[in-house]
Structures are given as structure tokens and as C-alpha cells.
């Protein structure tokens, strides 16, 4: 519905996607046990002085911010990492990928704009990606996410300069390199106060991709997929036309593993093959360091 400006996070549907999510992802409990256990820390050393605490209004939540730097608690962050890098984060990719595939969603939010959010949250919190899935990012968040700016902070994380680092929080700035202000406290974390532009899913949802739009990011989603479970040398990678049917297949010069029976089949591969495209000595090396 409403936004406050064209970054992601502004605007209140990715905040509430992002709280479904969180629930889905069962960090309601982990947000139980963290704040438990905190009472519990603040109980212990309040019997020695026994002069109410400062934090009587306890929170119910952590707040996190899509800006790794904004967040005000990075023991909450780094458990919440911790819980997606666990196996939540594939679940939660999968549920949606699912879904994209699925093609009969009835969804009010489209399941790739989902897994957008996903990968921007994942890495503001430093989360491990696998390689499928920045691939699966990089396919998917030019036709999903419809603000420039927005579309600006997924592409910096994704091919830099100064991109994501596994393992590192991110603060997903704005293509420019900008990063937000930190809030001052109490501000909250967003601008809810002012919704004065429009967001992406406006009043009425957004406006769908064409079919044929999403024919086409379907298939080349299926063959990202493929093509990174292994890549079979035997046979071309556009037509699957193989050896042993007599044809010549001639190699990609960079790995040396992907075949190819003509050099229009491998220009035409190439958007799924770039992703997972290596030359041997850093295969290698991955491999021995
Ligand atoms: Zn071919
Ligand atoms: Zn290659």
C-alpha cells in the first residue's frame, strides 16, 4: 500500500512480508527464548543492586534493519543468521521457489518478490548463499523488484563494486554506494509517518509481469536449476544434442566442461551458464584451499 520512498523497506508491504516471513521462518520463539534469556542476565545481576533498571519497558521484538549497521542488538542479529544458515533460509527459498514454479499461486504478493526480500534480508544479516541461489537472485530481481532504487541496492549486492561477502552483514546501500542515516533512537526504523509516494503493489496489487515474461524467467529459473546440480560435458547445454548421436560438440573455452554444438547454442546458454561458468584453476583451488 503506502511508501515513504523507493528503496526496499519503504514501503509497508515489504515490512509486512517480511513479518509473515519471520514468523514462517519461526523466529517468533527464537525471539521468546532470546528475550528469556536476556530477563534472566538482567535478573541475575540486579540482585546485587536492586534499583529498578532502566529497561523496565521490555521489548516483545528485536527490530532489524535492512542496513546491517542500523541494527541495534547484534547478538539477536547474529542468532537470527545463525537459524536461517541452519536450514531456514533453504526452506523459506524453496516454499516460494515452489510457488514461482507452481504458477497457480493465489498469493496477493508475487512468490518471486518473496524471495527477493529473502535474499535482501539474508544478506543484510551476513546469511550464507549458496551459489543457486545468487544466481536465482540475479535472474529473478530485474523483472520482480519494480522500484529503481530498490533495484539499485539488489544490484550493487549482487555484482558489486563492493557487493555481498558471504559470512559479512551487508547494508544493502542504494546503487550510488549511499547508505541511510542510522534512525535516532526511538525514530523506529522506517519513515511510517509519511507514506507519500506509491508503493510497488500500489492499492490493488501490482500489475502482473506479461505471461510471456514470466514463461521466459520460469524456464531460465528451471535452467539455473539444472545447470547447477552439474554440468554433463556429453551433450550441448542449449539443445542437449550429444556425442553420441554424432554430433560435434566443441567445449566453453572458460571451463572447459560445458559442450556446445554451435556457437549460437552457447551464446544463447550463456545467461544460465554464467553462474556457474568457472576456469578449472579456480575450481581447484575452492576445492583444495
Ligand atoms: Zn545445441
Ligand atoms: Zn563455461
Redesign the pocket.
Known sequence: MGAWGYELFECDDDQDMTSDLSSEAGLEDLTKKLLAEKKKKEASSQQADSTPSENDKEPEYYELSIHAHHNPDEAAAAAVRDALNAGKLQELVDKYLDKFFATSTKDWYPPEYKVCLIGACAMSLGCTLSPLFKAQLKTLYPTTLKMPEARSQMKRALFGPDGYVDGVPYDMPLGTGKIPKRPEPGQGLGGIMSLNVQGQFGMFGAPPNKPEVMAELRQTMKAIREESEGLSSGV??????SEKEG?VLSKCAKCKIRA???RE?QAAHWPVHKHFCKAPETISGEETG
Open positions: 550441448c547445454g542449449q539443445c542437449g544434442a554430433k556446445y554444438c554451435s547454442h
